[in-house]
């Protein structure tokens, strides 16, 4: 899916049920998320990054935190707690303009509206941390690797860019999948189609050579990470920028 029609259809989904648009929960569906829940979840979330991270004697500190995709703050709030400053980026405004209307949930946060394929408002080297979750599994290949690239130039020398992503397919046929986006975006151009999101993935074997020959970072460790539901191989991917004396072997 182009750039533009994915700035569409979340900016559409995200104007008529913001948090719904975040975590779909069948459940949830229609405004029926309750706020704290929602939010709980996100610090649930970076708290059990922040354990995992220990384990290989990274910490989640330090004085700037990017979060790509932010969409509502969810998990920018809980980096503002552990980094001097968050910056949240997303590619719809209802989604940032609901990050700000909360932004008493975090500290020293900054939200920023971003519907290109470049991150040019990043100074080099001024990132300790980037994180990004069930955000790149909606973006095509080709703008992800992009954004790739973009973050690993904003990373300091030893910044850490954790990503979840999926792999691959485990069950489905990803040719029928990919028809049905197809028919979708026939039908959206024709004015008949509803907003949709659409699932990408990369295969490990892939991105990993690509993280380190084109974005110029190494893998410290990668695990399963099921956010993309059952029917697809996930994983939480922990890179790092190597020192100008580390370079990448
Ligand atoms: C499922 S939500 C996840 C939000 C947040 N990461 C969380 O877990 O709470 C996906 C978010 O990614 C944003 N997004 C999708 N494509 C993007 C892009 N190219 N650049 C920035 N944000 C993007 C959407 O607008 C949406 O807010």
Redesign the pocket.
């Known amino acids: 899916m182009r750039?533009s029609r994915?700035?569409k259809n979340?900016?559409s989904l995200?104007a008529e049920d913001?948090l719904w648009?975040?975590?779909?929960d069948k459940s949830k569906k229609g405004g029926k998320w309750d706020p704290e829940e929602f939010y709980q979840s996100?610090e649930d979330?970076i708290r059990g990054l922040q354990e995992r991270l220990a384990q290989i004697d990274i910490s989640l500190a330090g004085a700037t935190a990017l979060?790509?995709?932010?969409?509502?703050?969810?998990?920018t709030f809980p980096l503002s707690r552990r980094f001097e400053k968050a910056i949240g980026?997303?590619?719809?405004k209802s989604?940032i303009d609901a990050a700000n209307q909360n932004a008493n949930r975090g500290k020293n946060c900054q939200f920023i509206l971003?519907?290109e394929?470049t991150l040019s408002f990043l100074s080099p080297e001024s990132l300790d941390f980037a994180y990004?979750?069930?955000?790149f599994q909606?973006?095509a290949p080709r703008?992800s690797k992009r954004?790739f690239i973009e973050i690993a130039k904003a990373l300091k020398p030893s910044g850490i860019f954790a990503f979840q992503l999926p792999s691959h397919l485990i069950h489905g046929n990803p040719l029928k999948k990919r028809l049905g986006y197809t028919l979708k975006a026939i039908a959206q151009k024709l004015g008949i189609g509803q907003a949709y999101?659409e699932m990408n993935a990369i295969p490990s074997t892939q991105l990993i050579p690509f993280m380190e020959q084109r974005a110029g970072l190494k893998l410290l460790t990668h695990w399963d990470y099921p956010a993309a539901g059952p029917n697809w191989q996930s994983y939480l991917y922990i890179f790092q920028k190597p020192t100008a004396e580390q370079g990448i072997e």
């Open positions: 750039l994915l700035q979340f900016e995200a913001p648009t975040v975590l779909s996100g979330c979060d790509f995709g932010c969409g509502v703050g969810r998990l980026v997303d590619i719809s989604m971003n519907t394929n990004s979750d069930i955000v909606h973006i703008y954004y999101f």
